[in-house]
């Protein structure tokens, strides 16, 4: 037993390693994130807005609700780093000149705040700083307002408001194009013309204050000195991506350990039932003494708890060590200013109840056997089994067989329902391994979709301001710039009935070439000149469908409400907006020809040099290279996703080993008989071992399409449960995902196999002739 | 030619030689000898009976005899093969292809019908009879498609010795093959083997520690503490009907 009991105590490591990884790292992730809200004043509400005098702040305060209100100035700059020629930009926010900011505070991981008499001193990010290997001293050049300014780093800090950075339009985060710095509201002040004034505030709330109340009223009051909208903590793009990190960890936390426990309990009931087939004596013999069926059922009870006892001890270190591995991956990402690693006592009280009441379920039914058999009866040897033609047999294939094949068609149909869990099990480990490669597969096909056939352009251009559309012709000039079209971003509230939703309209050129728009059969679809687009699950987040009238709100300039019938959805699993011809949008807003940037086809040859000529040109604002954001999306997923796999394979190989080596062992203590009288009969070696390793190689052909379909299934809830406005998950599972799979499932089974082939090989003929079953 | 006239011609043909065959295996720290320098013979067509006490030593011998285990030393051999050199693989061809066995709790594959469980031999076997033959001979024709749950235990001993045969066996080993039976039932078995012995004339070895079965033997080899203490010879044969105990 000792085999099997290894196999069991893999599949219950595995089950509660991946519990207590899973809980604990969301556990700590959320703890750590809270205490870091908590401790560094992280904001409830945002609003950013062109220009208000200071003197508005008071008027903010007075909003019934609202608690503390800071007013900051904000920029979006560019960097010129040398050694570094790409584009980078940066997000520059102020700091009060006392030093001490009353929300969103930093962690100040190195050096200082910035003198508030200098104008030249930043902080920055440490995720920045460390891509650019900066150290405390180390300058670099930011264009302030159009003007060049050398900056002298002070400080590297970390902000709740920038656990996990990522430029606005990007897809991935990048740390290496995008950072924060802070600076002195002085010093931005004045570079910015906004003495006595700010651009943007964050804001806390009373408890039991009323979200949607306060910013209603907000946007009302910063809306004339133009107000893009004000926005809580769901949708600050920080929070907002570690809570669908959150999501993740939960559907995962739910999903892998459920299937352990599953197949554990299994393995326990198939060990158990034939343990104490092979007891039936002991069991006798003690009712026989006066032992009850209580103390019967009590003493195989601790049996089963013993044998999953080793499992959850490593389960539990494991599960620590893993989960410290797993917070160690996302802290590559997530910036929080230390990790707090914290296992709550229920975690490992609910995994220990959890797997001893499975285990115990899974072994009841036998348990009660055991204990009902009246002691005269037990004594008696087991009767000879019972067999039937198989009815494999009956439907005429039977004569084909030769014998040894009816004997494995025989012992398949004679347990059914073990032979139906072993074929499920081996199927969950299969589907198990589908759906750690169907990740890969999914984010390579959104890739594919959203930068290969939907988004054309080399470089995207954003202009610091809304601009002529004549400002394309600049760009069409440089040399290195094949073609360009142009595009405007305008921020709005979409609302259908109750439904109401904050995003953008992307106001493209009319047959663009650039940029694509896609049905669900991913076919281009042309841009009707009036109308708007929506993606599919914005459409489903609004219950809209095509022809339905949406009621568009402007959340800048004009604020304009106006009424926009859907012309058709969209296909895009990353993001989701409205799309209308540039004009149409335009006439819509009320404003010429504005446009907020160009869509770019470049020679790459030149890449450098437009990067510099970028930097200099004080009307774009920034640049994103396709290359590199596919590049990114991949990056990110990467170490992640490493992690992932290897888990999930480790929880295949475990799973189909531990059930097939299970298998494979009671098969041979059930046969072991009657292949040694085959082998005395003259039978080789082979000829014996195909009938018992035909049946599991049989089991485990059969289960492995079954592993597909379940893998699919698997798969359809995980896209479905991590479906998010950020983005979607398409259900694509390639071809070497499912060989994968299988591959594996074969090896753990093989090697299972030959485990069992080397028992075969040394069975003691003498022995086994000489006493009854 | 019959095999019947053929068993005649080669009455005196010798099918087993032992030559001071020691055994000595290990049961945990005790060093037992089984067999401490036996020698005998087995010829052609002969039925002898090995008798004695448990632990006397003749499951050891007839396990060597029919190649399931090795001795420690001496010499066997079987139609002039030493059976002592051989490797696994002649010795799973020797059991494949020469030797039939009948064992105390028949060993029969559950999962098989009778007709199916003497199938499994001749599938495997060179010159094998037709399994509905086998069973005849040991009178199971209205048995054939019987699962061994399904049959008393003189039947299946009898599916077990339609087994043995049905490779068409130079020797029939057999190993307490009433021990499991009732003595009427036992009869029944003794009876089977005696046809098959005199009609086949298939050479055989019944072991046995029931003295009364050792009077239908054409000799007793008697065995005690490891050795072949005497071999006698049965001037008249008694047929397993007359046998009573």
Known sequence: MKGQVFAITLVVMSGVATFIMFISTMDSLNLTRNKFYQDYSFADVF????????????????????????????AYVKLDISGFNEPVNARILSIPDDGKPLLNRLYIRKGRLPDPFKDNEAVVNENFAKAHGFNLGDQFAAIINGKWKKLTITGIALSPEFILLMKPEAMSPDFKRYGVLWMSRKALSKAYNMDGAFNSVALTLYPGAKLSDVLRELDNIVGRYGGFG???????ISHRLLSEEFKQLQTSSRIFPTIFIFVAAFLLNVVMSRTINTQREQIATLKAFGYDNIDIAIHYAKLVVLIIFAGLITGIAGGIWFGHILGDIYMEVYRFPFLIYTLQPWVIIASILVSIASALVGTLHTLWRAAKQPPAEAMRPEPPAQYRVSLIEKIGIGRWLTQPSKIIARNIERKPIRTFFSVIGIAVACGTMISSGFFKDAVDYMVNVQFVLSQKEDMTVAFAELTSHRAVYELKELEGVHYAETFRIVPVKFRYGHRSYKTVINGIEPDSRLHLLLDTNLKAVSLPPSGIMLTDHLAKILDVKASDMLTVEVLEGSRTIRQVPVVALVKQYLGVMGYMDLAALNRLMSEGDAVSGAYLVTDSRYREKLFQDFIKMPRVSGTVVRTDEIRNFHEVQAKGMLFFTFIATLMACFISFGVVYNNARIAFSERSRELSSLRVLGYTRGEIS???????ALITLIAIPIGFILGYWLCAYIAQALASDLFRVPLIIETKTFSLASAVVLVSASVSGLIVRHKLDHLDLVEVLKTRE | MSRKKEHADNLKELVFQVQDLTKTYKMGEVEVHALRGANMELYSGELIVLLGPSGSGKSTLLNILGGLDTATSGFVSYRGDDLTKANEQS?????????????????????????????????????PMIPEDALALVGLTDRLDHFPAQLSGGEQQRVAIARAISKNPEVLLCDEPTGALDSKTGIVVLEALERINRELGTATAIITHNVDIA???????????????????????????????
């Open chain 1, 690 to 696: 195909y009938i018992l390793l035909g049946e599991l």
């Open chain 2, 91 to 127: 010795l799973t061809e020797y059991r494949r292809f020469h030797v039939g066995f009948v064992f105390q709790f028949y060993n029969l594959i559950s999962s098989l019908t009778a007709r199916e469980n003497v199938t499994v031999v001749t599938e495997i076997a060179k010159n």
């Open chain 1, 230 to 236: 004000a926005y809580g903590r769901k949708d600050q």
């Open chain 1, 47 to 74: 609003v950013h807005l062109k220009r208000a005098p200071e003197s508005l702040k008071e008027k903010i305060k007075e909003v019934p609700g609202i608690n503390l209100v800071e007013t900051r100035v904000s």
């Open chain 2, 215 to 245: 009077s239908m033997a054409d000799r007793v080899v008697h065995l005690s503490n490891g050795k072949i203490t005497e071999v006698t010879i049965n001037k008249t044969k008694k047929s397993p009907g007359e046998l009573q105990w």
